[in-house]
C-alpha cells in the first residue's frame, strides 16, 4: 500500500499536467481576434448569364469582380485562407455547367467552402 501511493500521486500528476496543456473541454480554442467568418449568398438563376449575389441580380463580368474583391477583403493575411462561406442556390432550370463553373471560380480565388443549397 505505501508503494502504490507514490505511484498514484504520480500519476495524478502526469494527468493534470496533460489536461493543463490541452485544456479542458470545452474550453474555446479558436483566436479571438480573428473576424466572423463572413456569409455569401449566391444564387444561379434559371437564365443564361443571371445570378443573385447577396440579393443583388447581377451579370457574370460583374459577379466574378464582385467575388474576387469579397474574397480578397476576407483574406487572412497569415495563412492566405479566405474567412468566409458561400452559401450556393441552384434555381431550377438553371444550366449545370454554370453552376460548376461558378464553383470552380469560387475555389480558384479562394473561396472554397461552398455550402450547396438545391
Excluded: W
Amino acid at each position: 500500500m505505501a508503494r502504490a501511493l507514490p505511484r498514484l500521486a504520480l500519476a495524478a500528476g502526469l494527468c493534470l499536467m496533460i489536461l493543463a496543456l490541452q485544456g479542458c473541454p470545452g474550453d474555446a480554442r479558436e483566436d479571438e481576434d480573428a473576424p466572423p467568418r463572413v456569409i455569401v449568398t449566391l444564387a444561379v438563376l434559371g437564365r443564361p448569364d443571371a445570378y443573385r449575389l447577396n440579393g443583388t441580380v447581377v451579370g457574370g463580368q460583374k459577379l466574378h469582380d464582385q467575388l474576387r474583391t469579397i474574397a480578397d477583403d476576407n483574406r487572412q493575411p497569415k495563412t492566405d485562407l479566405v474567412n468566409a462561406v458561400v452559401r450556393l442556390h441552384t434555381e431550377s432550370g438553371a444550366n449545370y455547367d454554370e453552376v460548376r463553373d461558378l464553383q470552380d471560380f469560387c475555389v480558384s480565388i479562394g473561396l472554397s467552402h461552398i455550402e450547396n443549397d438545391q
